[in-house]
């Protein structure tokens, strides 16, 4: 298949503000070339991936993330968007293709469904956010069955129209390049907390456990809200952490290696939480709070443990 695949539109791909998109896209454009398929990746200018994949780089303003928007706010796009202009170009392409994958968590991929004469297959990365969004995924995946897929279970059900389960949902779950990853035996005695340094993500529970405990915890991942890490390092002065900025996949499994256990503490449902199976690729177990993604990863007691349900 001659494949167009569409990137989020909140950040270039490399930068790390895309989460666990990036690292999905690279590895399913990975797999679907070694598998013989033709494909073409379009995202926001400046983006680079490794691997020498050829990226269509649009121009524009990069759109806000939908986390730090009200439930009810109104869709909105920047002047100039980088939204509008990926899907102007994949609107203009479309008839060189076969299939249009969508990773951006966006209102107008899916609005735009019917007015495409190419299909578009739409992976949504994150759990109910928005009541406009929420509305519109409902409405493709109705009108276009098996278009929709989902990440995991947990995820699926945050989205209202999915209540009672009456639509059926596929969850693609996600998936790394094990030759990546490297098992090591001999951990070091600190912990370890993988993400974004944003408030969905909940580092100040890790950062208070590491205190309570007094276990060094080394966090790594991309400075997002630089305020919050401020507002967490004047709460816990005394909490034995280490922040080692963002780190390639190559340095990320070594230190993942040498960790006793990795710590996941998300506020917000995680609709898959990549970094759980890259923890455990490496034989680190993953200490998680049973909901979202991890809870349908880890198994207890096996491959990780779990704190309180919420
Ligand atoms: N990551 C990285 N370097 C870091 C920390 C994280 O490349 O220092 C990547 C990690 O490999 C994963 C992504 O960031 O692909 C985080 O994805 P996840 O699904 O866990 O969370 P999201 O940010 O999408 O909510």
């Known amino acids: 298949m001659k494949l167009l695949f569409v990137s989020t539109s909140v950040a270039a791909l490399g930068s790390g503000l895309g989460g666990g998109v990036e690292l999905s896209l690279q590895n399913i454009a990975n797999e679907m070339l070694r598998r013989g398929h033709q494909l073409q990746i379009v995202a926001p200018e400046g983006s680079k991936l490794n691997s020498a994949i050829p990226i269509i780089q649009i121009p524009g303003t990069l759109q806000t993330t939908a986390v730090d928007r009200a439930r009810t706010a109104p869709i909105v796009l920047p002047d100039d968007s980088v939204l509008a202009n990926m899907w102007d170009y994949a609107h203009q392409v479309q008839a060189n293709y076969d299939l249009i994958v969508n990773f951006a968590y966006d209102w107008l991929p899916f609005y735009l469904t019917p007015f495409f004469t190419t299909p578009i297959a739409h992976r949504v990365s994150m759990s109910s956010l928005s009541d406009a969004m929420d509305r519109m995924i409902g409405c493709i995946a109705e009108k276009f069955p098996n278009s929709v897929a989902f990440l995991t279970h947990s995820q699926a059900k945050t989205f209202s129209f999915n209540q009672g389960g009456n639509l059926p949902i596929t969850c693609l779950s996600s998936a790394i390049d094990l030759s990546l990853y490297q ?22 529970d890790a950062v208070a456990a590491a205190q309570i405990l007094n276990v060094p915890l080394k966090i790594v991942g991309k400075m997002q809200e630089q305020s919050y890490w401020e507002q967490i390092c004047k709460d816990y002065p005394d909490a034995p952490v280490d922040y080692l900025g963002f780190l390639s996949t190559q340095e990320l499994q070594k230190l993942l290696g040498q960790s006793r256990a990795m710590l996941m503490t998300p506020r917000w449902i995680e609709a898959f939480g990549v970094v759980v199976i890259e923890a455990l690729a490496c034989g680190t177990p993953v200490i998680s709070y049973r909901c979202g993604g991890p809870a349908e990863v880890i198994e207890d007691g096996k491959t990780g443990f779990f704190g309180r349900t919420e």
């Open 183 to 204: 098992f090591s035996s001999q951990p070091q005695p600190w912990l370890a907390w993988l993400g974004r340094i944003a408030p969905e993500k909940g580092l100040e």
